[in-house]
């Protein structure tokens, strides 16, 4: 009875609010708006922070108690002796360039012809095909993993980069849906009128749609980029000798060895995230794109 | 005058003719890939189940022998009921506090490119390198975390060396590297109609009421997209946990990604793994079924 009385009391008041009232509590809910973004912003940032800074500590502040967030003097000395420590990953850092640049250029040659057919030439086969590859997309890569490195033992490919780029020529579904998508966009009239031109679907593809899905490309090229750079399991499982090993095998086998070596440690795993960083940060809104594009962060 | 007749009407036939040919010879590199890469080692996985094949030795039949042996396999269950914990606690804390954020990052404010930089930043560089560096963050004696902890007075968990504490901080990482959510989110409520908001708050409703009448209902199907998705990701994300627990200690954060991955490159008993991976295949099933299920009953679609 209380409440059902007290509720369009509540409700007038908060008609008859004054102006500067009013302003008065928007400022306030901005103020707490900011301030919880500043407290998430720090809870994602510190760790970030933390290895900047354990990078730059001696031996002793990086085990230091209290501890210590900012070290005394810059020991920009543990950059160069984490990598080359006893590691080679100058060598680990050319493997991973060298898979990394193959895959890419695999996905984009697989991903665009496929996608590209899907999007713009009819066949019969088109319809069934497109709900395969869809169908694909939703089963565990587990499912595989074990015929595939039973079929790649068996071609004698364990310990060689085959099992890793070789796949990457033959395409990706999230890619290829992605670029689809795009690709059907695209005016047909732009399409037609080329065609009457005479110009090869090669042609076509090449100079028109290609041009036009630059936004696309990027996207796919960033995520394929990211996803090989910072591959794991796959590598793990077929590569065996420590010189064809990859950065983040490399980044695994330092902590394995030097368990508490933060310090160097750090270092080295701050040096193999630049790429990425640097990549984020100049291409930020191609990433956004292909997330809201596909939902997915491209994995 | 017959001749022009026929050749016209042959002249579609043999164009979609080629047009068709041209597809195939497009198409071909997902249709290679598909038959070597997805589709024949799905067929072959089945096949490998039911075998015991060591690779050192030919591979035996053993008929549904892999599939009685996981329903007695003690770790088997344990490696599910771990999977559900990771997959519950991730998706349950990850979704919500990206909610959360996307909401506020919503609201006309300054900066609002560079908190969801912040925030998006360690899902995309999630790797070893962050791996490495939270174990270190969460290591017992020396990392950040029980540091700070220590200094006002709280001596912190064993967390990733304590099997109560290890999967609670493989959850939290999660939530850290899950910002890529925020994205779609966004998309969502800027998706959603300014007049909405502004009918509540005429009828008087507050923050609280315009978020649980107007954004959650509104953003249903963004979040079940979420959740979905969300969980068959923390299903897949053994990697991370590969590489800083190992399934230690004692098994406690042993997932049936990594169960999989240790039967098949440990123990080299390619016949259970594949039986494995299907087992996992049917949970992602099970668990989507049971959500589009429930999913009627809170997910709230616009017809217009």
């Given amino acids: ?299 | 005058m017959t001749a022009i007749s026929l050749g016209r009407r042959r002249r579609p036939v043999s164009a979609t003719r080629r047009e068709a040919r041209r597809f195939h010879l497009f198409v071909s590199p997902w249709v290679i890939g598909f038959v070597l890469f997805s589709g024949g080692p799905i067929l072959a996985s089945i096949v490998i189940s039911f075998t015991k094949w060591s690779l050192l030795r030919p591979p035996e039949w053993v008929g549904l022998a892999n599939y009685r042996k996981m329903f007695a396999d003690a770790e088997f269950w344990n490696a599910v009921s771990n999977t559900f914990y990771y997959g519950i606690g991730s998706v349950a804390l990850g979704v919500t506090f990206t909610l959360l954020l996307a909401i506020l990052l919503n609201q006309p404010l300054r900066f609002q490119g560079l908190f969801r930089t912040v925030f998006y930043m360690p899902s995309v560089v999630a790797g070893v390198a962050t791996a490495l560096l939270w174990l270190n963050i969460l290591h017992p004696d020396y990392g950040l975390i029980n540091k700070l902890l220590a200094m006002v007075g709280i001596t912190g968990p064993g967390w990733l060396g304590s099997t109560e504490w290890a999967m609670p901080a493989l959850i939290l990482m999660s939530v850290w590297g899950s910002g890529n959510t925020i994205i779609i989110y966004l998309a969502g409520l800027q998706g959603i109609p300014q007049t909405l908001y502004e009918a509540a708050e005429i009828d008087g409703a507050g923050w609280w009421r315009r978020f649980w009448s107007v954004t959650v209902p509104m953003m249903s199907p963004v979040i079940f997209f979420n959740v979905v998705t969300g969980f068959i990701a923390s299903i897949q994300a053994y990697t991370l946990i590969l590489i800083m627990t190992e399934g230690g200690p004692a098994n406690s954060t042993m997932v049936l990604g990594l169960y999989i991955y240790q039967n098949a490159f440990v123990y080299f008993d390619m016949g259970y793994a594949a039986a494995l991976s299907w087992a996992m295949f049917l949970i992602v099933i099970v668990v989507t079924l049971i959500q589009f299920g429930l999913a009627r009953r809170w997910v709230h679609y616009e017809f217009k």
């Fill in chain 1, 1 to 299: 009875m209380l409440l059902e009385t007290a509720r369009p009391a509540t409700r007038r008041a908060h008609h008859d609010l004054t102006a500067a009232q009013a302003e008065r509590i928007r400022r306030i809910r901005r103020t707490g708006a900011y301030l919880l973004l500043i407290v998430a912003t720090a809870v994602f940032v510190l760790p970030f922070l933390w290895m900047v800074t354990t990078s730059l500590k001696s031996d002793a502040e990086n085990l230091a108690f209290p501890p210590q967030f900012l070290p005394d003097s810059f020991h920009f000395e543990n950059y160069a002796k984490g990598w080359s420590g006893n590691l080679p990953f100058n060598s680990f850092l050319l493997n991973s360039v060298l898979i990394t640049a193959l895959s890419m250029v695999g996905n984009l040659i697989s991903c665009v012809l496929p996608a590209y057919a899907f999007a713009r030439l009819r066949a019969r086969a088109s319809g069934v095909m497109f709900s395969l590859m869809l169908a694909t997309m939703m089963i565990p890569r587990e499912i595989t993993l074990v015929p595939k490195y039973i079929m790649f033992a068996q071609l004698g490919w364990v310990d060689s980069y085959l099992p890793l780029v070789v796949p990457e020529f033959f395409g990706v579904a999230l890619y290829i849906f992605l670029l689809r998508q795009f690709f059907t966009t695209i005016p047909q009239e732009v399409i037609d009128a080329a065609r009457i031109d005479g110009a090869s679907e090669l042609r076509i593809l090449w100079r028109i749609m290609l041009p036009l899905s630059k936004p696309a490309i990027a996207s796919i090229m960033l995520f394929s980029f990211v996803g090989n750079w910072n591959q794991y399991l796959e590598s793990v499982i077929y590569l065996r000798t420590t010189e064809k090993f990859t950065i983040p095998l490399g980044l695994a086998m330092f902590s394995g060895q030097y368990a508490t070596q933060y310090n160097q440690m750090m270092a080295v795993a701050l040096i193999t995230l630049m790429p990425v960083l640097i990549l984020f940060f100049i291409a930020q809104k191609t990433f956004i794109r292909g997330v809201t594009l596909t939902g997915i962060a491209g994995r």
